[in-house]
């Protein structure tokens, strides 16, 4: 005879943080930092609110875990500056980093969050600092006299890619392939990259 389930909310075991964290990125990536609360994560989750108080202590903690990244997009992003045409790679590799299947990418809620708070804002700059700026400048550095304005300049074109495809939400660009879109919006990623000496 099959066993029924327990009824009530799940208790602390061992795949219950992950499943936390799964409903605090979505809960974010659509409600932005000030619109998730933790009861509501809680409730996504099914969980006590006790309890992700207890594996995350604040809201501010619960957010910077939850916007870890499973992989290193740095490293990505850093092999695709080295390819014949790096700016089509570079953003294969931005938007592979970031796309989700669910279409609820974990930068759309970096992006909504960093709107109205200032933590978010820092986190924000401090993830592209750490995995697009600085590897670019530094990969550009070594033939451009202007390495830190390009990255900055690449930088603000991919995050208006983000902005338009993962909170937006714009047509054909949020359901377009990474690799359609990298070969049209490359060639514009190319000419930032570009030195001409000055």
Request: no cysteine.
């Amino acid at each position: 005879m099959p066993r029924a389930r327990p009824r009530g909310r799940r208790t602390g075991r061992n795949d219950t943080r992950a499943t936390i964290l799964d409903a605090a990125r979505l809960r974010f990536s659509r409600a932005g930092y000030g619109g998730a609360s933790m009861r509501a994560i809680a409730a996504d989750a099914g969980v006590d609110s006790a309890l992700v108080h207890h594996y995350f202590g604040t809201k501010q903690k619960l957010f910077a875990a939850a916007n870890e990244m499973p992989q290193d997009p740095g490293a990505a992003l850093r092999a695709a500056l080295e390819a014949a045409s790096p700016g089509e790679a570079l953003v294969f590799a931005f938007l592979n980093a970031w796309d989700a299947p669910s279409g609820d990418s974990p930068l759309a809620g970096f992006m909504r969050s960093a709107a109205a708070d200032p933590d978010a804002q820092q986190r924000l700059a401090d993830v592209l600092a750490s995995t697009l700026m600085t590897p670019v400048a530094a990969t550009i550095g070594r033939r451009d006299p202007m390495p830190k304005l390009r990255a900055t300049l690449v930088a603000a074109q991919l995050t208006g890619l983000a902005w338009m495809r993962y909170v937006l939400r714009t047509d054909p660009l949020a359901s377009a392939s990474p690799s359609l879109v990298a070969r049209i919006f490359g060639p514009s990623l190319d000419a930032t990259l570009a030195s001409r000496g000055s």
